[in-house]
């Protein structure tokens, strides 16, 4: 596609429920990024795929949080036993090779624990 | 660890020059980039620096000093569109990890 989408935009869920969350990376983009945006904050990152391959997961803040893109393609953010803290807005973003070319995000999901 | 700072807001007046600063401590450098994010919208890229010197783009330039672990973006001839927050991000891990700083929200008023 065009740019980077995900899916949902905004998800409301209730404590100590699970969620997935979407990203659909640009065609062709090897890499493939997670991060968490609290508000007011400079993005984190969580987790980085090269294809299917996951190569670094060290910012994933507990084992609740799972990421996985077993094509290579579309890649899935799955949180377990949602907890408030989680609440925050969750960006992918994607690029051809290394960052060096730099990335295309996607406009997010903004995740709700209430 | 990584370490980026950032002035949190800054305020400027249409039409003027604003400079937004960036200082980073990190393991590991393969470039300095710059995203512009508006509010409930995605990062948008830049400009990006990997060697010392100016980097310039239409009303945007950037600059670099990697000795200092310095850097800034240069806005000129501010617009009210330009109010947005502007994240300064450091390329490490071999360059496939970029590291944010917390951004810097302008406000560009009358």
């Known amino acids: 596609g065009a740019g980077v989408s995900q899916s949902p935009r905004y998800k409301v869920a209730k404590r100590g429920q699970d969620v997935a969350l979407r990203c659909d990376p640009i065609?062709?983009?090897?890499?493939l990024f997670w991060y968490q945006q609290a508000l007011g904050q400079g993005p984190e990152f969580l987790t980085y795929?090269?294809?299917?391959?996951?190569?670094?997961k060290s910012g994933l803040p507990s084992d609740r949080f799972f990421a996985e893109r077993p094509e290579g393609s579309v890649s899935t953010l799955k949180i377990q036993r949602t907890q408030q803290e989680d609440s925050a807005v969750y960006l992918c973003?994607?690029?051809?090779?290394?960052?060096?070319?730099?990335?295309?995000f996607g406009s997010g999901t903004r995740l709700t624990v209430v | 660890g990584q370490n980026i700072d950032q002035p949190t807001e800054m305020t400027a007046t249409e039409g003027a020059i604003v400079q937004i600063n960036c200082t980073y401590q990190?393991?590991?450098?393969?470039?300095l980039f710059w995203y512009q994010q508006h509010a409930g919208e995605a990062p948008t890229f830049l400009s990006y620096?990997?060697?010392?010197g100016l980097e310039e783009k239409g009303r945007f330039s950037s600059f670099l000093s990697r000795s200092k672990g310095y850097s800034y973006l240069l806005l000129k001839e501010l617009q009210m569109k330009d109010s947005a927050s502007y994240l300064c991000?450091?390329?490490?891990?071999?360059?496939?990890?970029?590291?944010f700083g917390t951004g810097t929200q302008l406000k560009v008023e009358l």
């Open positions: 973003a994607s690029s051809e090779v290394s960052g060096n070319y730099g990335y295309t």
């Open positions: 990190t393991s590991g450098f393969n470039g």
């Open positions: 620096n990997v060697l010392d």
């Open positions: 795929f090269q294809n299917e391959a996951q190569l670094d």
């Open positions: 065609s062709g983009h090897v890499s």
């Open positions: 991000a450091v390329l490490t891990g071999g360059g496939n990890k970029l590291t």
